[in-house]
């Protein structure tokens, strides 16, 4: 029944590897979303995917790859992992002239 | 970029107590959002303000648009103990149809409350 659901919850890594964090939501949404929150607990939005397509692409290190199979899936694919990455990372989904319905995060520490 | 600064940071009160929070943008945005984060869990949508000047309810909870669209307030009346978490401001600015436009948030507001 989770609308927005995200694995794994938490992953602990080795700097230098690569990770991917899933993300699929079944709310029938359009868009959907990876934002990233800080320490400090700052939200900040990463990429968004309309239908398949990017349409957003925030400053973001090309280590990190979005990929969407189809609109109800959009997963983040990280190469390279260093210890800055560590952050919860969370997706959201929307639908138009609506908020946000975000999924419950993967923390994701980098050792 | 757009900005939020959102105040205060925290805020401790007594259970019962009314708790008023607020944003403000340098720039306009034309749909307002007030999220609430619990540890271990992701922000939920309390209120959304699509027009400026729009006054909105939720039980408790009442959230303004302003009239010049760069700002907003959160009002919780009667404060308990389950209002306890993070509360952030978002505003979005859409180009034209569709809702494309990124969603920026506030720095948060961490709440506590004592019994």
């Known amino acids: 029944d989770t609308a927005v659901s995200q694995t794994p919850k938490y992953l602990v890594t080795q700097m230098g590897n690569d990770k991917s964090i899933k993300c699929e939501q079944n709310l029938g949404h359009d868009t959907m979303y990876w934002y990233k929150q800080d320490s400090k607990k700052f939200l900040k939005i990463m990429f968004s995917y309309n239908n398949k397509e990017l349409i957003i692409n925030e400053t973001v290190p090309n280590r990190f790859s979005p990929k969407s199979p189809d609109k109800a899936h959009l997963n983040l694919h990280i190469n390279s992992l260093e210890l800055g990455d560590s952050a919860v990372y969370f997706c959201a989904s929307s639908r138009t002239g609506h908020g946000y319905t975000f999924g419950s995060g993967t923390r994701l520490t980098v050792v | 970029g757009q900005q939020l600064n959102q105040s205060p940071q925290s805020m401790f009160i007594q259970e019962g107590e009314d708790v008023s929070m607020n944003c403000t943008s340098s720039s306009i945005f034309n749909t307002w959002l007030w999220y609430k984060q619990d540890p271990g869990e992701g922000p939920v949508l309390l209120i959304a303000?699509?027009?400026?000047?729009e006054l909105t309810s939720n039980g408790r909870l009442t959230a303004q648009f302003g009239i010049t669209r760069k700002d907003s307030f959160l009002n919780i009346s009667a404060s308990i103990p389950s209002d306890v978490g993070i509360y952030f401001c978002a505003g979005q600015f859409n180009r034209g149809s569709g809702n494309t436009g990124k969603l920026i948030f506030g720095q948060g507001t961490t709440l506590q409350v004592k019994p």
């Open positions: 303000l699509y027009k400026a000047g």
